[in-house]
């Protein structure tokens, strides 16, 4: 609905304030107690509330956002029971929300923002919003504002419509005017609203910039969707900060996501929707594939199996590429599938996963999106951007055997993401360092940019791009990927800057459990991890996921158990060593090298591709508090892998830790037994 021009609070409304003394919203919530901004200061108001706390994983197993209202904030426990009881927020009768900084920090899941939504929420106070979850709320039409305006609000004054618009961008400001995503996109089709123009003159560009700008749509008044055309020869320079409109390429989205679109498309456009162009866009079945494995998890299977038909529905509805699972084995995760397959040089590619940002290795601009946005574009095949600003890493040198791009990304984060100069921005990847690097070492770079809490990351094309295209897709037109290709200009310029990191400087990392930023580096004598908390005794090593189940990870964790195997060392005992490959294709490589006996032989458990690592799914989540993994996946969030503690590392130190029983990095031929001396 429409947002009026003057906002007022509704007679018989109540408004929610997210206190950190608990017993102030249990009062609330049962109706006992209402406050007013006269009766708190902002530091009385709970910070950083975490997507997860408002929606759990397994709350996104439904997907009518009217059910998912019904446990909105399940995850937020306080001693061991959940503040909110299923519809607390909905019965309470709130339109408004209330709380410290970064509401919406954590996973991009726009369910967060569906629950509130849908509890009837549709004012979001807060002293800053973790901007992905701003741009879901932007899309749900829920109006954002901050304590002052509360503050006139509950005094009775209407607040202009335009100051909810402040600080965005003129088609966010259209979108919020509209109420929400799905009515802009209505609007604009009926010729109702016209987009501002890109007014952008030439320039040097960085290569996010390059792509968007060849991307860029001009949708004239009264112009319906299927009649945007492409425009790349008026405008084609854009600047950080421009609002553009930019034809997707292709996209994907996986069984954990994809009911979710179907139904918000059905919604919209009726049982007989049509999507744009299906060629380049794809479903995957790889995120709960192992779900009923995990024992928290066996309760949702009935619920997990409609996530699974609504997605064949979505297929064959719309003849999407279909890389569902034969016989309960998935053809791979979706990342790492889409850059063997998918993503081309210079493509825009979206999909609704957080880790969308690996397809960047392929000299591609790729980010995920919510389930609205998502739906948007896959009907129109556009979508609306802010162009963002970008930071530029030139690395140099070459990686010390024994190091690894985990090791370099796990000390970006330390160095450059901890202080925020990541933040939003596009990770640009060049120099002759680069080049030293293999194409699954540069996807590991691309994947971790959402750790960063960067938009993206994006490498440079070289010959060896090529030559793995070549290899990966034989009979492509590899000549086209070629002139598709973006280098930066000379004078680009980076708002974050440019930095150069000395590839010969780094040392194996491990990052402590809470954040991927909490790294430290290890001592390179013994190749212990030297720091407050002493040797880190380990129950799990998990080597998987998108991050870390790609060809090269299963060279890197076989070199490791070989040397082990031939030191005559099997898996420490009380140990379990898990390693998931991320695709058929990883798969069938590590059969034909014969990999698959050396693991068997060390005691390592293999388990067919798929993920679900960070979302509490998949294999190698642990199951009790005081359980400890070292894992090679990719983030460490409190309880995002089960309740114990994980920490991150290599694919090396999470082999080398296997043997070892500790967290321990690897050191070429540490396992190498030194020849007894010789009789004399
Ligand atoms: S690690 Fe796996 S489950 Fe987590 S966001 Fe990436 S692809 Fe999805």
Do not use: M, Q, W
């Given at each position: 609905m429409k947002p009026p021009e003057i906002v007022r609070l509704s007679p018989g409304k109540r408004v929610l304030f997210l206190t950190k003394d608990p017993d102030l919203i249990r009062k609330q919530l049962a109706g006992e107690l209402d406050l007013t901004m006269d009766d708190l200061t902002v530091d009385d108001l709970l910070d950083d509330i975490n997507t997860d706390a408002m929606t759990p994983a397994w709350v996104c197993f439904s997907h009518r956002p009217e059910d998912i209202a019904r446990d909105a904030y399940a995850g937020l426990i306080v001693d061991g029971e959940r503040l909110f009881g299923r519809d607390a927020l909905r019965d309470g009768g709130f339109e408004v929300i209330v709380s410290g900084v970064?509401?919406?920090?954590?996973?991009?899941?726009e369910t967060a923002v569906q629950a509130e939504k849908w509890s009837g929420i549709r004012i979001a106070i807060a002293a800053s919003f973790a901007p992905i979850h701003a741009r879901n709320n932007v899309n749900q039409g829920v109006l954002m504002g901050d304590h002052d305006m509360l503050r006139r609000l509950q005094a009775g004054d209407g607040v202009a419509l335009e100051e909810f618009c402040d600080g965005w961008d003129p088609i966010s400001r259209l979108v919020i005017r509209q109420g929400g995503l799905f009515p802009f996109a209505k609007a604009l089709a009926a010729g109702e609203i016209e987009l501002p123009r890109p007014e952008t003159g030439e320039r040097p560009m960085t290569m996010a910039e390059k792509i968007l700008a060849g991307h860029l749509m001009t949708i004239g008044e009264g112009a319906g969707q299927g009649e945007a055309?492409?425009?790349?020869?008026?405008?084609r320079y854009v600047k950080p900060g421009d609002a553009v409109v930019v034809r997707v390429d292709g996209g994907y989205s996986h069984e954990f996501t994809t009911a979710q679109v179907h139904y918000f498309l059905e919604q919209e456009y009726g049982d007989d929707y049509a999507v744009q162009d299906p060629s380049k866009f794809a479903v995957f079945e790889?995120?709960?594939?192992?779900?009923?494995?995990?024992p928290k998890m066996r309760g949702f299977i009935g619920k997990i199996d409609v996530l699974r038909e609504l997605q064949r529905d979505l297929q064959q509805h719309t003849g999407v590429r279909d890389y569902s699972a034969k016989d309960r084995v998935s053809p791979g995760i979706c990342h790492e599938v889409a850059r063997e397959q998918l993503i081309e040089p210079g493509d825009f590619i979206q999909a609704t996963d957080s880790h969308t940002c690996m397809g960047g290795v392929n000299n591609a601009l790729a980010w995920g999106v919510g389930a609205t946005e998502y739906a948007n574009l896959l009907h129109s095949g556009f979508t609306q951007v802010e162009v963002p600003e970008s930071i530029r890493f030139e690395l140099t040198g070459e990686l010390a055997d024994g190091v690894t791009a985990k090791d370099v990304m796990l000390h970006i984060l330390l160095e450059y993401a901890k202080p925020q100069k990541t933040l939003n921005r596009v990770m640009e990847f060049t120099g002759p360092g680069l080049r030293t690097l293999s194409m699954d070492e540069r996807a590991t770079l691309t994947n971790m940019a959402t750790e960063c809490s960067a938009r993206t990351a994006i490498v440079e094309a070289d010959e060896e791009t090529f030559r793995w295209m070549a290899e990966w897709r034989p009979g492509a037109d590899i000549e086209r990927m070629r002139r598709r290709a973006v280098r930066p200009d000379p004078e680009a310029v980076y708002d974050g800057g440019v930095f150069r990191i000395d590839l010969s400087a780094m040392r194996p990392m491990v990052a402590h459990p809470?954040?991927?930023?909490h790294g430290v580096p290890s001592d390179p004598t013994n190749g212990a991890f030297v720091d407050e908390l002493g040797a880190v005794d380990i129950d799990i090593a998990y080597g998987g996921s998108?991050?870390?189940?790609?060809i090269d990870d299963l060279e890197f964790y076989h070199r490791v158990v070989e040397e082990a195997v031939e030191a005559g060392l099997r898996v420490h005992e009380g140990v379990r060593f898990l390693i998931q490959f991320g695709s058929e294709a990883v798969e069938r490589y590590c059969r034909e090298k014969g990999m698959i006996e050396t693991f068997e032989r060390a005691g390592v458990q293999l388990i067919q591709p798929g993920c679900g690592a960070c979302i509490g799914c998949g294999p190698g989540v642990s199951e009790s508090r005081d359980q400890v993994t070292v894992s090679a996946i990719n983030r460490n969030y409190k309880g995002r892998s089960g309740p114990g503690r994980l920490y991150l590392a290599s694919p090396l130190t999470v082999a080398a830790s296997a043997f070892t029983g500790h967290i321990t990095a690897y050191r070429p031929g540490m396992f190498v037994r030194t020849p007894a001396p010789a009789a004399v």
């Open positions: 970064r509401k919406g920090v954590g996973s991009s899941r055309e492409a425009d790349g020869a008026a405008h790889d995120h709960l594939i192992y779900a009923d494995d995990v809470g954040d991927p930023d998108c991050t870390a189940g790609k």
